[in-house]
């Protein structure tokens, strides 16, 4: 399911949320809101793309070469970009 992401969601997100209001307004134009069931990968360890990834809501484990951290979409860490290191840092 996709959706569009509301200017009000957007600007508490970093560095997104530093935006100008037409520039902020324009980028929730294009982005989509995604919801996912329990278990589905998002991305793999040492993947390349041209995506940004959010947590608005629920929680999600990035697993890493020697750890697994848990992220909550209401803790401060989930207002930055999962995993935005190219190639990915996580799965």
């Known amino acids: 399911m996709a959706d569009t992401l509301e200017p009000s969601v957007a600007a ?3 560095p997104i949320g530093q935006l100008g209001p037409g520039a902020l307004r324009a980028l929730c134009e294009r982005a989509t809101v995604r919801t996912y069931p329990a ?4 991305f793999e360890k040492g993947s390349s793309d041209h995506i940004t990834y959010f947590l608005l809501a629920g929680s999600l484990e990035l697993k890493g070469h020697k750890d697994t951290v848990t ?3 209401s803790s401060a860490d989930a207002k930055q970009p999962l995993s935005n290191s190219q190639p990915r840092q996580h799965t």
């Open 71 to 73: 992220l909550e979409a």
């Open 12 to 14: 508490n997100l970093t």
């Open 39 to 42: 278990g589905h990968t998002l």
